[in-house]
């Protein structure tokens, strides 16, 4: 049973206009939810993080925004550009007790256009 | 070193046959976490070290797949009488001690196991 889960398996954006890439997730015990990218051959690299405390968090053109009620969260890419393309993974954190792994979703593949 | 190395970059191996898959964490990181990615799949959990102990083993998908570390350093992914759906992107990363949600993990770059 999938506890996050990305529905969107790819994406398309025009060079410049907002990329959405959304989460969802059904633990509520998750602490906090972090935003992956990965380009073909190489491993994911970690982009942006947020707490549960909190609604959002913002690092330059990259914004998450979670909604606790909803167990939603997304990413905001503003302006999308061609070297966002890559596949994008949400991964969550069970409640912190030493260091329990990670949950990750499927990814979602993003295509910025030129 | 500067990042998470893993060795080797690609496998191909016969079904049957045993690999071993490496993965050298950055130094002073003491947690150490292996994922798997089959295609069309997300990154599943197999299993993650806490110094040289194994608190959670629970995603290793069957007792043909087993795991150490050694020296709190240099862990080792064995893979015994591989079979096709063992095929996939085998992922360590490695994370240090601190807030996760400040440092996330430390990927590398993955062995891509092919099982012919």
């Known amino acids: 049973d999938q506890q996050v889960k990305q529905n969107s398996p790819s994406l398309s954006v025009q060079e410049g206009r907002i990329s959405i890439l959304n989460c969802d997730y059904t633990?509520?015990?998750?602490?906090?939810f972090l935003w992956y990218k990965k380009y073909p051959a190489e491993g994911p690299t970690f982009l942006i993080s947020?707490?549960?405390?909190?609604d959002k968090n913002e690092d330059g053109r990259f914004t998450v925004f979670l909604n606790k009620s909803a167990k939603h969260l997304s990413l905001h890419i503003v302006p999308s550009q061609p070297g966002d393309s890559a596949v994008y993974f949400c991964?969550?954190?069970?409640?912190?007790?030493?260091?329990?792994?990670?949950?990750f979703g499927k990814g979602t593949r993003l295509s910025v256009i030129a | 070193g500067a990042g998470v190395s893993q060795s080797p970059s690609n496998k191909v191996t016969e079904k049957g046959k045993d690999v071993e898959l490496r993965c050298d964490p950055i130094?002073?990181?003491?947690?150490l976490y292996w994922y798997r990615q089959s295609l069309g799949q997300g990154l599943e959990f197999l299993i993650y070290?806490?110094?040289?102990?194994?608190?959670?083993k629970s995603g290793l998908p069957s007792d043909r797949f087993s795991a150490e570390r050694t020296g709190g350093s240099v862990s080792t992914l064995t893979i015994q009488r591989t079979q096709q759906e063992d095929s996939a992107v085998y992922l360590c990363?490695?994370?240090?001690?601190?807030?996760?949600?400040?440092?996330?993990?430390?990927f590398g770059s993955g062995t891509r196991l092919t099982v012919v």
């Open positions: 991964a969550a954190s069970p409640p912190l007790s030493g260091n329990t792994p990670l949950v």
């Open positions: 990363a490695s994370n240090q001690q601190g807030p996760l949600v400040l440092y996330g993990y430390t």
């Open positions: 130094s002073g990181h003491t947690a």
């Open positions: 633990n509520s015990m998750f602490d906090y």
């Open positions: 070290f806490q110094g040289n102990s194994a608190p959670d």
């Open positions: 947020i707490s549960s405390i909190k």
